[in-house]
């Protein structure tokens, strides 16, 4: 059982510095906070938790070898993600500056509870570079005699303190006084957040991940 401790604190630390860090998933949360609130910004890391499930499952199921060793499937998804990401970055150029403070309201405006899951879901599942680092984790971090009851607690543990993490940012940045901080330029937060997303489309296509 102290073996399996000590597995689950290298892996639970190495998610924690992952998860910490700038990339899409974290732009995301931020631009849904910024400019629809709360509720979107949650359901967006909800959706960002149900996309580090995928990753887990097929880690578990072992398809997370042949991802790994499968240049056409990296591919496949790398141009995927890319185009996402440029979408999402093109609609956050085309932000308009805000007056006032945010209407938080159940608006037309804002994207309905399952739009925002699943933009959440495809900007986390789409990007392999959060493919390759559980494919990683797994595989060179969870010995191939952990019980899969253990490995079955490791992944729950990745899904929920993403979700919990993402969670904390939503509010943080949708808390009255910061957000009105925000606003009085949140225009053009939103649209440098559009060069952020556009910008990681581009390092997506260049990357090599072989």
Known sequence: ????????????????????????????????????????????????GCGISSHVTYCL???????????????????????YLVWVGVQALRSRPHEGDLDLS???AAPTNSAAW?????????????????????????SPDTPALIKLGYGAWLVLATMAWFCVVSVLFTRPEIRRRFLRHGHWIDRALGVVFIGFAVALVLAKFR
């Open 106 to 108: 159940e608006g037309d």
């Open 118 to 142: 699943t933009q959440g879901f495809i900007v986390n599942v789409l990007n392999p570079k959060a493919a390759l680092f559980f494919i990683a984790l797994f595989s060179l971090r969870v």
């Open 1 to 48: 059982m102290n073996a399996y401790w000590a597995e689950f604190l290298t892996i639970a630390v190495a998610h924690a510095l992952a998860v910490a860090s700038p990339g899409p998933d974290f732009a995301l949360v931020l631009r849904q906070s910024l400019s629809h609130g709360r509720r979107v910004a949650v359901w967006a890391s909800i959706g960002i």
């Open 61 to 83: 199921l072992g398809l997370g070898l042949w991802l790994k060793n499968s240049p056409t499937a990296l591919n496949v998804a790398k141009y995927l993600g890319a185009a």
